[in-house]
T-cell receptor
Framework: GQQVMQIPQYQHVQEGEDFTTYCNSS?????IQWYKQRPGGHPVFLIQ?????EVKKQKRLTFQFGEAKKNSSLHITATQTTDVGTYFC??????????????FGQGTILTVHP | DGGITQSPKYLFRKEGQNVTLSCEQN?????MYWYRQDPGQGLRLIYY???????QKGDIAEGYSVSREKKESFPLTVTSAQKNPTAFYLC????????????FGQGTRLTVV
């Protein structure tokens, strides 16, 4: 079945350092989504990428979708303490038995030391 | 206010009892999902539904059951067959096409006592 793998599981950085998390799917995705979950909260949508090779930016965050639509990355430049949380990628299957199945990666827990 | 509502926020269950977690959305979304989250872990898909009266098993469906009798509602029953039910349960909904952003409820924290 469809699997979405995310690395690293944990990342500890000093404030001002950069951070990257990577996401790989076992099947082609119709799109890739990224979410952030603050401690004690629920996941909140950040962005959706649809096109092969797409790159989108949100202030200090840069999102990429791979050419084969099976991998993605999230890069944060110059982290701040407000970036603390767990970052998840998620992808609905593109077809077959995985169509509409929104599978999440395991998440990357980011801690930022001031 | 449009959104997705889960209730209750906290739930305590005795071993051997079935419990039902509520999830309601007024976003007119076709798709609804149930996820389980254990401490420090990711979101594991329990069940999902794309249309009324139809649903599919996710990756960890054993010990759980759902129904989708109305578009707005997707209740999850945690049965006594679920051996380790203590967890944080999240319900979500989304469109099926276009912007398929998932909207999450606040979650239900279930504890077996």
């Amino acid at each position: 079945g469809q699997q979405v793998m995310q690395i690293p599981q944990y990342q500890h950085v000093q404030e001002g350092e950069d951070f990257t998390t990577y996401c790989n799917s076992s099947t082609t995705l119709s799109n890739i989504q990224w979410y952030k979950q603050r401690p004690g909260g629920h996941p909140v949508f950040l962005i959706q990428l649809v096109k092969s090779g797409e790159v989108k930016k949100q202030k200090r965050l840069t999102f990429q979708f791979g050419e084969a639509k099976k991998n993605s990355s999230l890069h944060i430049t110059a982290t701040q303490t407000t970036d603390v949380g767990t970052y998840f990628c998620a992808g609905p299957g593109a077809g077959g038995t995985s169509y509409g199945k929104l599978t999440f990666g395991q998440g990357t827990i980011l801690t930022v030391h001031p | 206010d449009g959104g997705i509502t889960q209730s209750p926020k906290y739930l305590f269950r005795k071993e051997g009892q079935n419990v039902t977690l509520s999830c309601e959305q007024n976003l007119n979304h076709d798709a609804m999902y149930w996820y389980r989250q254990d401490p420090g872990q990711g979101l594991r898909l329990i069940y999902y539904s794309q249309i009324v009266n139809d649903f599919q098993k996710g990756d960890i469906a054993e010990g759980y059951s759902v129904s989708r009798e109305k578009k707005e509602s997707f209740p999850l029953t945690v049965t006594s067959a679920q051996k380790n039910p203590t967890a944080f349960y999240l319900c979500a909904s989304s469109k099926l096409r276009g912007n398929t952003e998932a909207f999450f409820g606040q979650g239900t924290r279930l504890t077996v006592v």
